[in-house]
């Protein structure tokens, strides 16, 4: 039996970085999916492992975390000897913080958000969400001008953090072609040994 189950949602950008990152530490989990739509994730089974009522969660033997960034720190600091995902160093460390603060943050509000409106008609400012993108997608563009990676001289868990929603920005309505920069980014990430793919979803999934 395998020792690390993950509980997910194959749809779910969140659940994506985690799975992703457990393919490219060439770890073996098994995938639980939990069938969000029907709100299995706010039953009370569920809720015993996660509180919060939310995707992913992480279930390492008898140690159980939950959010996705969480999960990933976790990850990189057990099973990452080279510290290459979370380096050692406290400046370098510091900088990956900033950008996992920016998945959870203007990633999450902006093509996230996009990405919920169109695929599975959540009811947000649709709008303001496109917005909110490009902002956050013009910033990292510009900063990924001279850069291989988000953070540093390799890939992190700041990169596994951003990509997927990234990636799927498109989903959204949120166009990629002027963000040259970030789709090499990207090409980079998928070129990574063991990274796989998060579904691609048409929109009004929810209809």
């Known amino acids: 039996m395998m020792a690390i189950k993950l509980y997910g949602f194959k749809l779910s950008g969140h659940s994506h970085r985690v799975e992703v ?3 490219l530490l060439d770890l073996e989990y098994e995938f639980i999916s939990v ?8 039953q009370p089974e569920f809720l015993a492992k996660n509180n919060f009522g939310q995707i992913p969660v992480l279930a390492d033997g008898n140690f159980i975390i939950s959010d996705s960034n969480a ?7 057990t099973y990452d000897k080279s510290r290459q995902w979370f ?7 510091s900088e990956i913080q900033k950008y996992l603060s920016v998945a959870s943050g203007q990633i999450a509000y902006g093509p996230a958000a996009a990405r919920l409106v169109k695929v599975f008609g959540a009811e947000l400012e ?3 969400a496109i917005d909110r993108a490009h902002q956050v997608l013009n910033i990292i563009n510009c900063h990924l001008a001279n850069k291989n990676w988000l953070v540093g001289e390799s890939a992190s868990i700041a990169d596994v953090a951003n ?11 949120v166009s990629l072609k002027y963000y040259p920069y970030i789709q090499d980014w990207l090409a980079r990430f998928e070129a990574l040994p063991g990274f796989i793919p ?3 979803t048409p929109a009004g999934l929810a209809k």
């Open 87 to 93: 380096p050692a160093n406290i400046k370098l460390a």
């Open 71 to 77: 999960i990933l720190y976790y990850l990189a600091n």
């Open 35 to 42: 069938d969000v739509a029907n709100g299995e994730h706010k």
């Open 21 to 23: 990152f457990l393919s």
């Open 126 to 128: 649709h709008q303001v």
């Open 163 to 173: 990509y997927s929603y990234i990636a799927h920005a498109p989903e959204g309505d």
């Open 198 to 200: 998060m579904p691609k």
